[in-house]
């Protein structure tokens, strides 16, 4: 089966990668703003959807503004994940499935990139899944799970017949977690070898970095994690150099506040905004003495005092 709903032509071409505990409405909003032309949820499961599990329903939260936005889903339960996709299919463009999370907690459960050992299974998958949403249905795989069973191109070959929309690819294995490097070769042979959009994804966190991987690999587009975690503004700095050859820094505090306006309008928890509130000041000169008083902080108003005490207003 052919996907029957196509994947959407982006403005730009970085996307934030779903990132379980960062990747909430606040910070994707904001990564939206700074020129990310699609985010993600962070990996939910299709069977606490569907259960109501609050903590699960707060990650789908979202607002008409982030759009073009992608709710990410996972799960063993085929059944599970289509019904809480079609309860989804309203408010998201697109229903991604994960296919590359490394976790323990996940992988045991069949889950994650424990699918990758049956490419047959995920195309079964994503054919249910296309076959029940209007929506467009994409996966996010790893390279295979081993360096002994790399099976990427099978893989998204497979999904692309089953009616997946789009591949994203990390390029690692399951058993590297987030060691060593990521495989472009390997994303290059992906997007040899299926006439979907590919979303290449592994170790990108420049504006340079970006444009050399998107030559080299021919990708549609890039997804960026790490890289953006603090850092939203990547975004805007990866499509004006694309667009000139230069980029210029932004001010972390300035965008940390951009972000805590936010949070504080989507109710975003507050451990959330303090963990926010470390990732955004990670690479700042000085950073660390702001970090340890973040750190201690209880409250929102803490947080305010803690920066309003440093000279980190630049
Ligand atoms: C904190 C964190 C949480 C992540 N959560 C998810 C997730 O929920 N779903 C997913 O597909 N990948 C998840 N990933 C993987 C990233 O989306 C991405 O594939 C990986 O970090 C490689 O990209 P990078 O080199 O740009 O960081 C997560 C990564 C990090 C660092």
Same mark, same amino acid.
């Given at each position: 089966?052919?996907?029957?709903?196509?994947?959407?032509?982006?403005?730009?071409?970085?996307?934030?990668?779903?990132?379980?505990?960062?990747?909430?409405?606040?910070?994707?909003?904001?990564?939206?703003?700074?020129?990310?032309?699609?985010?993600?949820?962070?990996?939910?499961?299709? *069977?606490?959807?569907?259960?109501?599990?609050?903590?699960?329903?707060?990650?789908?939260?979202?607002?008409?503004?982030?759009?073009?936005?992608?709710?990410?889903?996972?799960?063993?339960?085929?059944?599970?994940?289509? =019904?809480?996709?079609?309860?989804?299919?309203?408010?998201?463009?697109?229903?991604?499935?994960?296919?590359?999370?490394?976790?323990?907690?996940?992988?045991?459960?069949?889950?994650?990139? =424990?699918?990758?050992?049956?490419?047959?299974?995920?195309?079964?998958?994503?054919?249910?899944?296309?076959?029940?949403?209007?929506?467009?249905?994409?996966?996010?795989?790893?390279?295979?799970?081993?360096?002994?069973?790399?099976?990427?191109?099978?893989?998204?070959?497979?999904?692309?017949?089953?009616?997946?929309?789009?591949?994203?690819?990390?390029?690692?294995?399951?058993?590297?977690?987030?060691?060593?490097?990521?495989?472009?070769?390997?994303?290059?042979?992906?997007?040899?070898?299926?006439?979907?959009?590919?979303?290449?994804?592994?170790?990108?966190?420049?504006?340079?970095?970006?444009?050399?991987?998107?030559?080299?690999?021919?990708?549609?587009?890039?997804?960026?994690?790490?890289?953006?975690?603090?850092?939203?503004?990547?975004?805007?700095?990866?499509?004006?150099?694309?667009?000139?050859?230069?980029?210029?820094?932004?001010?972390?505090?300035?965008?940390?506040?951009?972000?805590?306006?936010?949070?504080?309008?989507?109710?975003?928890?507050?451990?959330?905004?303090? *963990?926010?509130?470390?990732?955004?000041?990670?690479?700042?000169?000085?950073?660390?003495?702001?970090?340890?008083?973040?750190?201690?902080?209880?409250?929102?108003?803490?947080?305010?005092?803690?920066?309003?005490?440093?000279?980190?207003?630049?």
């Amino acid at each position: 089966m052919k996907h029957k709903s196509q994947f959407p032509t982006l403005e730009g071409r970085a996307v934030l990668s779903p990132m379980s505990g960062v990747t909430d409405v606040a910070f994707r909003a904001l990564c939206r703003k700074y020129g990310a032309a699609l985010t993600y949820t962070e990996f939910v499961s299709g *069977t606490a959807i569907i259960r109501g599990n609050v903590q699960s329903l707060r990650m789908i939260k979202t607002d008409p503004i982030e759009k073009p936005v992608a709710v990410q889903l996972f799960g063993a339960n085929v059944d599970d994940v289509v =019904e809480a996709a079609r309860r989804m299919e309203e408010t998201f463009d697109i229903i991604d499935v994960n296919c590359g999370c490394p976790a323990w907690k996940v992988i045991k459960t069949g889950a994650g990139s =424990e699918l990758l050992k049956k490419p047959q299974g995920i195309a079964s998958f994503i054919n249910k899944l296309s076959s029940a949403v209007n929506k467009p249905v994409t996966v996010k795989i790893r390279i295979g799970i081993d360096d002994q069973s790399i099976n990427a191109v099978e893989v998204a070959k497979l999904a692309e017949d089953a009616g997946a929309a789009a591949i994203a690819i990390h390029g690692r294995t399951q058993k590297q977690g987030y060691s060593g490097q990521a495989n472009w070769d390997i994303i290059k042979q992906v997007k040899d070898a299926v006439n979907v959009p590919v979303i290449g994804n592994g170790d990108v966190f420049s504006p340079e970095t970006f444009k050399m991987r998107l030559d080299q690999s021919g990708v549609d587009y890039i997804m960026i994690a790490r890289g953006a975690i603090g850092n939203p503004f990547i975004f805007t700095q990866i499509n004006d150099f694309l667009k000139d050859g230069k980029y210029v820094q932004g001010n972390r505090v300035k965008q940390f506040f951009e972000f805590f306006e936010l949070a504080k309008k989507y109710k975003i928890p507050y451990p959330s905004i303090q *963990t926010h509130a470390m990732n955004f000041t990670k690479t700042m000169k000085g950073g660390a003495q702001l970090r340890e008083a973040l750190s201690r902080c209880k409250t929102e108003e803490d947080l305010i005092m803690a920066f309003g005490k440093t000279n980190m207003g630049e």
